[in-house]
Nanobody, 121 residues
Framework: QVHLVESGGGSVQAGGSLRLSCAASGYTGRWACMGWFRRAPGKEREEVAGIDSVGTTRYAEFAKGRFTISKDNAKNTLYLQMNSLKPEDTAMYYC???????????????WGQGTQVTVSS
């Protein structure tokens, strides 16, 4: 019943920006965590950024200073603003959410299908 749907991916040149969105449906309560993850070809999925129920954020080192995670609780939507994109940012980006744990991870209960981000040089 709960669904997460990502949008906003696309193809951009290095140095460009994208804003990803993750719309949640089927649950109107408070999420303990929401987060963004990505998987590049031939690599394992890795955390990009997370946000807890209070609004505290955390970022992977590669994302600090370039990416910003935020959420709109009224719209039940998670966002990821990505600036100064690099070719190595090319990956499928997934959103995750969980009702219990402060920080999302691979065992989080809910995941979207992903949105493709491609950065060319």
């Amino acid at each position: 019943q709960v669904h997460l749907v990502e949008s906003g991916g696309g193809s951009v040149q290095a140095g460009g920006s994208l804003r990803l969105s993750c719309a949640a449906s089927g649950y109107t309560g408070r999420w303990a965590c929401m987060g963004w993850f990505r998987r590049a070809p031939g690599k394992e999925r890795e955390e990009v950024a997370g946000i807890d129920s209070v609004g505290t954020t955390r970022y992977a080192e590669f994302a600090k200073g370039r990416f910003t995670i935020s959420k709109d609780n009224a719209k039940n939507t998670l966002y990821l603003q990505m600036n100064s994109l690099k070719p190595e940012d090319t990956a499928m980006y997934y959103c995750a959410a969980d009702r219990v744990y402060r920080w999302c991870g691979e065992l989080s209960d809910y995941w979207g299908q992903g949105t493709q981000v491609t950065v060319s040089s």
